[in-house]
């Protein structure tokens, strides 16, 4: 059946249903007349739910920056934010009533006298100056057709020109009144409605069109905004056609004159006003690849916190859910990103390696005692744009089939740690010979007859008596994998895996979670693949002397009710002794030329770093994958922890070379320096002489 003849077929059944109550019409008030007859008509009508769900709609979630104010992007499935009518200028409230209802504040929900007028109206063949919908029906089927617990066939039912549909609405529509203020469903239909170029509700259209605040709106705006209602896609100012924009203006107006809510003149003036828009240029960003432009490499901060959400339970059972409450829950979410700190390290990876270059620096920056993510940078913009410089690929996090990089010699830590909460000491010595037979099994050009035999990389330097400090400061081989030998290769795993070390690599998760990890012997050498993040939290733990906190991109998130979400706050425990951690951090201080609290280091492989941070105290190792495939630092402070690999992500074969390491060093070290520069000096407590002997 045509929708035309079943338009005319639903106002016939209507008004013959209101035939019966012709003679009541001189004994009842007009207003109890139509409640009395809408309802016997509507409660004959059966197979109707009696209730309606009324689920929040969809509105758009912010990300900030940590200032709470510098906007990084936003996420939505439709464009809208959520206001209360007092944030609504009165004049588009008016607007709005005169544009779809002029009758609202009289009518129950279902307004007789426009039912009757469809009828005469269609009969005739005229066109409708005003349907028979209310503006409380209208928001009944916004409701229905965006409720996301409906099957998509219920919600292509609610808006089918079809009686049924229409006397759900009348039916819904006259519960509605009864449960609710008329200022209530004013606001909520001013909030859910569409009125075009993406802009779902009043606010977003505001800034759609005008960019101004929904308070702030005049009358010729007002009723501009009312009038795109009726055909939101086809009349908008901007895609959209302007002169049949500026006729529905004119028709609210005339409306809004005939309300008595302006007078001719005013109606006149508006009319007289030129279609003055501001809109902007582009549709308002959604999503990682829509960050400013001017700061596209926040995009990898952005995946990250997206890679965070969808793994938080608190924000559904799936991560599927998780991403569509993300778009439709209208958080404000302020981020730990620090724009300053985030320049700062993208200037030094860029200070490496340029954009174009086919190798890469990504480095993080992270605080330690809460996992806070300050900064996540790497000589690439995050797009979808071809071009090397251009990629989403998560560099410095992992993920998504980016297992990380050989992190080298900085896996040490994780074998002085195990050995310290072992029992054995600081200065636990050994005379590191240029090669080492292990009892590893082995094959290749690592083995000497079937054993795992590594060597120094620095034979004359790193050679002879070593302790713990001599050892981590020179970077002996031999000397950490005899401690590993010593202690058993799944304690120095388990630390890692403690301080938050993530085996992506198939290979690298058999070794680490199978019998096999007896024999890695290799381990504390960095042959596992990592990332910066996860290096620099490790690392940060040793700065919050042993409280490991998981990576946090967030400070704090509030849902559209205003309530916080405890995903928020910091999960942090202790991962290992305040003693252990000291101890590890008073040997880490000699890598990069400062000394440690009883004064034996004597040489670091990071000798520079040092003479960067003046009195302040700084902590940190180097780290070079076999052939110098991979160069790695990472720094901490009681503040701040940062770490950077430089390497080739689409060709490990392509070897970055020893000589880039210095400049690897001094990246991660200016980053912390001037991250920290105009912050108190916070100082290493030195461990205990039960670990240094």
């Not at 005319?8 to 019409?25: M, Q, S, Y």
């Not at 037979?437 to 290749?444: E, L, M």
């Not at 990246?667 to 002489?689: E, H, I, M, N």
Request: hydrophobic share 40%; net charge positive.
């Amino acid at each position: 059946m045509p929708r035309s003849v079943r338009a005319k077929v639903f106002v016939v059944v209507v008004c013959g249903a209101l035939a019966g109550w012709v003679l009541a019409a001189s004994a009842l008030p007009a207003a109890a007349l139509t409640g009395l007859v809408t309802k016997s008509l509507l409660d004959s009508y059966a197979g109707l739910p009696s209730q309606l769900r009324i689920p929040p709609p969809a509105q758009a979630t912010r990300l900030y920056a940590n200032d709470g104010k510098t906007l990084i992007t936003r996420f939505y499935e439709e464009d809208r934010h959520v206001v209360p009518l007092a944030k609504i200028a009165p004049v588009m409230q008016q607007a709005m009533v005169a544009a779809e209802d002029r009758r609202f504040y009289q009518h129950g929900g279902v307004d007789l006298r426009s039912v009757v007028r469809a009828f005469v109206s269609n009969v005739q063949g005229n066109q409708n100056e005003q349907g028979a919908s209310t503006l409380t029906m209208q928001y009944v089927r916004n409701v229905l057709k965006s409720d996301t617990d409906l099957t998509p066939q219920e919600r292509i039912n609610a808006t089918a020109n079809t009686i049924r549909r229409k006397l759900q609405e009348m039916r819904y529509a006259q519960e509605l009144e009864k449960r609710m203020s008329k200022q209530e469903i004013l606001e909520r239909y001013l909030n859910i409605a569409y009125f075009g170029a993406g802009a779902y509700g009043v606010e977003a259209a505001s800034q759609r069109y005008f960019a101004k605040p929904a308070s702030e709106l005049t009358l010729a705006e007002a009723a501009l905004i009312a009038g795109l209602v009726q055909s939101p896609d086809t009349d908008n100012p901007i895609f959209g056609d302007r002169k049949a924009a500026l006729n529905r203006r004119g028709y609210v107006l005339d409306s809004m004159v005939r309300m008595r809510v302006i007078t001719p003149a005013q109606a006149e003036s508006a009319k007289a006003t030129p279609l003055a828009l501001s809109p902007k240029a582009d549709q308002p960003p959604n999503g990682c690849t829509s960050v400013p432009k001017e700061h596209i490499d926040w995009g990898f901060f952005c995946d990250y916190f997206v890679q965070w959400w969808t793994s938080q339970p608190e924000f559904g059972e799936t991560e599927a859910e998780r991403e569509t409450t993300l778009r439709r829950g209208g958080y404000s979410i302020i981020t730990s990103l620090d724009p300053k700190v985030q320049a700062v390290a993208q200037r030094n990876s860029l200070s490496v390696y340029g954009y174009d270059s086919p190798r890469t620096l990504p480095l993080a920056v992270v605080q330690p005692g809460t996992g806070r993510i300050l900064a996540m940078a790497v000589n690439r913009n995050y797009s979808l744009a071809p071009g090397r410089s251009n990629t989403v690929n998560q560099l410095i996090a992992g993920g998504g089939g980016v297992n990380g990089y050989q992190a080298g010699s900085t896996f040490k830590m994780f074998t002085m740690l195990a050995a310290l909460e072992s029992g054995m000491k600081l200065n636990t010595r050994f005379n590191a010979p240029a090669r080492l037979v292990t009892k590893f099994p082995s094959q290749g050009h690592s083995s000497c007859g079937g054993r795992y035999c590594p060597a120094n990389a620095n034979p004359s330097w790193m050679d002879g008596p070593r302790t713990m400090w001599t050892g981590f400061g020179r970077s002996v081989n031999t000397y950490f994998v005899w401690l590993e030998q010593r202690i058993g290769v799944k304690r120095a795993v388990d630390m890692a895996k403690r301080l938050g070390i993530t085996f992506r690599s198939r290979s690298d998760a058999r070794l680490a979670n199978t019998n096999q990890v007896h024999n890695w012997g290799s381990f504390t050498l960095g042959v596992s693949d990592s990332t910066p993040l996860d290096l620099a939290n490790a690392y940060a733990t040793l700065g919050a002397e042993g409280m490991y906190c998981k990576p946090l991109p967030v400070m704090s998130i509030v849902d559209a009710a205003g309530l916080p979400a405890a995903a928020a706050k910091p999960a942090c425990h202790r991962a290992i002794s305040a003693d252990v951690a000291r101890a590890a951090t008073d040997a880490a201080r000699c890598p990069v030329g400062q000394q440690s609290a009883s004064g034996r280091c004597d040489g670091g492989t990071a000798g520079p770093v040092g003479g960067l941070f003046g009195r302040r105290p700084i902590a940190g190792k180097t780290g070079s994958s076999e052939g110098n495939a991979t160069e790695t630092f990472v720094g901490f402070t009681p503040q701040l922890a940062a770490a950077a690999t430089a390497a080739n992500p689409d060709n490990p074969q392509d070897a970055v070379g020893e000589g880039v390491s210095s400049a690897v060093n001094a990246a991660v070290a200016k980053t912390l320096a001037d991250a920290l520069r105009g912050q108190p000096v916070q100082r290493f407590t030195p461990p205990s002489s039960r670990l240094t002997g």
